[in-house]
């Protein structure tokens, strides 16, 4: 039984190892993994419950629930991809979120936190993306570089934080969706000790998380 199980998972996990269009890297992709855990998941329970034809029977239950799951996000990230190709925005994966990096150069003048028209088109395509895929939760941080101290950069970050949510609240996006906080100069991306390093830390992040 425990050799079937195995068998099942490697075929699962086998099919799906593809090319990174981004990198050229051939991996498993994250709808890979989903499909196999799911599939080990439900050929466990499968089998405990009806030996041999359960594990068959679960392992694609839970194949195809793992699929959905590591797919629903797999999916996000390849359209956000596409409409934020040449803005300037990063699009990461991080675990089994997506993550937005926007540098200030695109959304901020220095020392200020009204939105600059130039990311009116970046925010808009976050929120086309958002409204498409419900079941996502965003996390929307600000931060600044080390210049100053906390009494002044963790409230500009905050404010900064504040109005993209408010920005993709007006564009559609559930403000029950979206949560927002200033982290001000911590979890610096780059060196404080150079301008280029600088311009990099001051910067909004949009992680994207699987809320189903």
Do not use: H
């Not at 190892?17 to 998941?41: F, H, L, M, N, R």
């Amino acid at each position: 039984m425990k050799k079937l199980i195995l068998s099942i998972v490697a075929v699962c996990m086998l099919s799906a190892c593809a090319t990174d269009p981004y990198t050229g890297e051939s991996k498993v992709s994250k709808t890979a993994w989903g499909t196999g855990i799911g599939t080990a998941v439900g050929a466990g329970l499968g089998a405990i419950i009806g030996g041999e034809k359960g594990a068959l029977i679960g392992a694609g239950i839970g194949a195809a629930t793992g699929a959905a799951s590591g797919g629903y996000m797999d999916v996000q990230a390849r359209k956000l991809r596409q409409e934020l190709a040449g803005t300037g925005v990063q699009v990461a994966r991080d675990g089994d979120n997506v993550r937005l990096i926007m540098p200030n150069s695109i959304t901020f003048n220095t020392n200020e936190a009204t939105i600059k028209t130039s990311a009116n088109k970046v925010l808009d395509s976050v929120a086309l993306v958002a409204k498409e895929y419900d079941k996502t939760k965003l996390q929307i941080v600000g931060y600044t570089d080390s210049t100053g101290n906390d009494k002044i950069n963790i409230p500009l970050s905050q404010r900064r934080a504040l109005a993209v949510a408010n920005y993709l609240a007006l564009r559609g996006v559930p403000a029950e969706r979206l949560n927002a906080y200033g982290a001000g100069a911590q979890n610096p991306i780059a060196s404080n000790a150079t301008e280029e390093g600088k311009s990099q830390n001051r910067r909004v992040e949009i992680t994207l998380i699987n809320a189903q």
